[in-house]
């Protein structure tokens, strides 16, 4: 029906320090599904099991399923860690759901998260 995973990634607000975050992939549905709330339940899910994290984060074209659950839009600039320099990424959009661990976040300052192979957020 519906499905989603993480992997473990640091995200960093500046100034501050990496936030151990649960990076939510593949949120999908079975096409002939859509619609019918399961997508919600697996990331209602999703938010329980990743209760541990200092931070929840996710890449998405569809925010409005996001923003009903609690996920915000981190409205600062986005980079990528590389060991050279920040990459600035302007064209991602991240949303971040605040955990019982989350400390208090400025949704506007700069966030850069390390570089990894394939999607970088």
Do not use: F, K, N
């Amino acid at each position: 029906m519906s499905h989603a995973c993480w992997v473990t990634s640091w995200l960093q607000p500046v100034p501050g320090r990496p936030l151990r975050t649960a990076y939510v992939e593949a949120v999908a549905t079975a096409p002939g599904l859509r619609g019918r709330g399961y997508a919600s339940a697996v990331m209602r899910r999703i938010a329980a099991e990743i209760a541990g994290y200092e931070l929840g984060a996710l890449s998405t074209a569809r925010a409005s399923l996001y923003r009903r659950l609690g996920w915000e839009r981190w409205c600062g600039p986005l980079a990528i860690r590389t060991d050279e320099a920040p990459m600035p990424t302007p064209r991602d959009e991240v949303m971040v759901l605040h955990l019982p661990q989350t400390p208090e976040l400025d949704l506007d300052v700069p966030m850069s998260a390390e570089w990894r192979e394939g999607e970088l957020w």
